[in-house]
């Protein structure tokens, strides 16, 4: 299913919030002139001769239409990202949709899972939850990319640079994890049993691993994880700026607040019963783990 088209936003921005991180943003010059005339209307040709007590109330009855319209805009932008929020998360969803049960044990058929040692059922529950951690992981980036960084874009009229600084190295994030998962996933299609959407043994893992973790592959993950930790403390403080001083941000962030996933264990470790040639490129992958995470510790500045 593709990406359901996102919905126009009714919603204008915050006179409160004026910082030159913004963007040009559309509808601000017919805003601002409909609420001058909306207010000549309103007030009429009142001058300093005028009641103050008739001037005061008209002042705030202004006051309190553009407050008003202000929620309005903030109401209406939590229904819309609702149903955006909704649909891409169900786009999002089927992506996962081979690994939702809890474990390899639970996933596969009892009958299948009953021609399986008690050793071989552990290993195959150990890669499976991180298949599973993976998925969850890619999935994480997807709705970043596409509720958070594409409605500050489009609903919030962010100007990319902040967006940019808000998301550092986000599209090569989900590259490299895409292609980790990819590899993943169809090591998993080789291996299910014939005639089966769901059975499934992995009796190989290790040159998957090497292969993320060595060579071009690894160089590429330190230095964007490196970029991405020294950019993230800006990332935060940048968000709570914008969070403090805009209202209609606050709704956006709001409409897509996530469940908390459940913290990721280090499955490579556990993946000790299997045969000896296996086992070796496991820990050979194990080891190149180590060393990319420890590149990308030495590239944060």
């Not at 169900?90 to 399986?116: M, P, R």
Request: a neutral charge; aromatic letters at 6%; hydrophobic letters at 35%.
């Amino acid at each position: 299913t593709g990406v359901s088209k996102r919905p126009s936003s009714a919603v204008y921005p915050s006179d409160s919030f004026r910082q030159p991180l913004l963007g040009s943003r559309l509808g601000r010059s017919s805003l601002m002139l409909s609420k001058s005339v909306s207010t000549n209307n309103i007030v009429g040709n009142l001058n300093d001769d005028s009641p103050l007590g008739l001037r005061r109330i008209l002042s705030q009855s202004t006051d309190s239409l553009s407050f008003r319209a202000r929620a309005m805009s903030i109401e209406s932008l939590a229904d819309e990202g609702d149903q955006y929020y909704s649909s891409v998360l169900e786009d999002i969803e089927l992506e996962g949709k081979d690994f939702k049960a809890d474990s390899w044990s639970t996933a596969v058929d009892s009958s299948y899972l009953q021609t399986h040692r008690k050793d071989v059922i552990k290993r195959q529950d150990v890669i499976y939850e991180l298949i599973q951690t993976e998925v969850r992981h890619v999935q994480t980036l997807h709705i970043m990319e596409r509720l958070f960084r594409q409605g500050m874009l489009d609903e919030l009229q962010l100007s990319p640079s902040v967006v940019h600084a808000l998301f550092p190295c986000l599209d090569q994030l989900t590259r490299i994890h895409a292609h980790f998962l990819d590899q993943l996933l169809l090591r998993r299609s080789n291996s299910l049993q014939s005639g089966s959407g769901h059975n499934f043994t992995i009796h190989q893992l290790g040159d998957i691993l090497l292969e993320q973790f060595s060579g071009q592959s690894a160089d590429e993950m330190k230095k964007t994880y490196a970029e991405f930790c020294s950019c993230h403390l800006k990332a935060v403080k940048l968000y709570k700026e914008l969070l403090s001083r805009d209202k209609k941000f606050q709704s956006f962030i709001r409409v897509r607040h996530l469940p908390v996933l459940p913290a990721p264990h280090p499955p490579v470790e556990d993946t000790q019963v299997e045969p000896r040639p296996t086992r070796t490129r496991r820990a050979e992958g194990r080891k190149a783990c180590k060393l990319a995470a420890g590149g990308c510790d030495q590239g944060v500045t």
